[in-house]
């Protein structure tokens, strides 16, 4: 048992619960349309398997442990394997595996009840709040969607879900640029004026990045 992870494990559940928090205060309502409160207290009770006998030592050893052999990792996979086969918001729970020859495609995709699909985007989107790039998420499905398998519905609203975080983000924080620029465009007072002699505005793309990673630190750390 570590502390290091121990302390992993509370981050990354932390942020799962933050990262619903933003959502529900930034996507569109219809987002969440038919999500009970017992389905939005399942989400913050997020991962609690990975406490349990068959998860946690090694999770542990796999991610903090000092040997990384065969049997670490083979004791990992067998690990995952029960964290999927026990946690819905996976969608590896929802994969249906046949082994009927007649069929071309060996697997069937169940559809998954939306408030899992909420859960797996704030599982991924944790990872972003840890690394304080609240756009990291999108960079990772694009990098992985290939590979996971689901109910088209599923996948139809898991991408809606995704576009709407994206817009809803692009619109807290280009906003607040956007703000930013008018601010420096209408000074109340001419003594406030921002501009060069050459009467171009002191907001630049640098300055602009800057302001971007000020506010992208700020929502990361207050969950604004
Ligand atoms: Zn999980």
């Given at each position: 048992?570590?502390?290091?992870?121990?302390?992993?494990?509370?981050?990354?559940?932390?942020?799962?619960?933050?990262?619903?928090?933003?959502?529900?205060?930034?996507?569109?309502?219809?987002?969440?349309?038919?999500?009970?409160?017992?389905?939005?207290?399942?989400?913050?009770?997020?991962?609690?398997?990975?406490?349990?006998?068959?998860?946690?030592?090694?999770?542990?050893?796999?991610?903090?442990?000092?040997?990384?052999?065969?049997?670490?990792?083979?004791?990992?996979?067998?690990?995952?394997?029960?964290?999927?086969?026990?946690?819905?918001?996976?969608?590896?729970?929802?994969?249906?595996?046949?082994?009927?020859?007649?069929?071309?495609?060996?697997?069937?995709?169940?559809?998954?009840p939306k408030?899992?699909?909420?859960?797996?985007?704030?599982?991924?989107?944790?990872?972003?709040?840890?690394?304080?790039?609240?756009?990291?998420?999108?960079?990772?499905?694009?990098?992985?969607?290939?590979?996971?398998?689901?109910?088209?519905?599923?996948?139809?609203?898991?991408?809606?879900?995704?576009?709407?975080?994206?817009?809803?983000?692009?619109?807290?924080?280009?906003?607040?640029?956007?703000?930013?620029?008018?601010?420096?465009?209408?000074?109340?007072?001419?003594?406030?004026?921002?501009?060069?002699?050459?009467?171009?505005?002191?907001?630049?793309?640098?300055?602009e990045a800057?302001?971007?990673?000020?506010?992208?630190?700020?929502?990361?750390?207050?969950?604004r």
């Amino acid at each position: 048992m570590s502390e290091k992870y121990d302390n992993y494990l509370k981050e990354h559940i932390g942020n799962v619960e933050k990262g619903y928090k933003w959502m529900k205060n930034h996507l569109p309502k219809e987002i969440f349309d038919g999500i009970t409160e017992n389905d939005e207290w399942n989400i913050v009770q997020h991962d609690l398997s990975k406490y349990g006998k068959e998860e946690y030592d090694a999770y542990d050893d796999y991610f903090y442990g000092d040997k990384n052999d065969a049997r670490v990792k083979d004791k990992f996979n067998k690990a995952w394997l029960h964290h999927i086969h026990n946690n819905p918001h996976h969608w590896q729970y929802w994969l249906l595996v046949e082994d009927d020859p007649e069929n071309d495609r060996n697997f069937v995709c169940i559809e998954m009840p939306k408030h899992y699909i909420i859960e797996m985007v704030c599982d991924w989107w944790a990872f972003s709040w840890a690394s304080k790039n609240l756009y990291e998420i999108f960079d990772w499905y694009r990098a992985h969607f290939m590979n996971i398998k689901l109910h088209m519905k599923s996948q139809i609203y898991l991408e809606n879900v995704l576009s709407e975080l994206k817009k809803a983000l692009d619109e807290e924080i280009y906003g607040y640029v956007e703000q930013k620029r008018f601010e420096f465009e209408h000074p109340l007072s001419p003594l406030l004026e921002h501009s060069d002699s050459e009467g171009d505005l002191l907001i630049d793309d640098e300055e602009e990045a800057k302001l971007i990673d000020e506010l992208l630190d700020e929502i990361s750390e207050n969950g604004r």
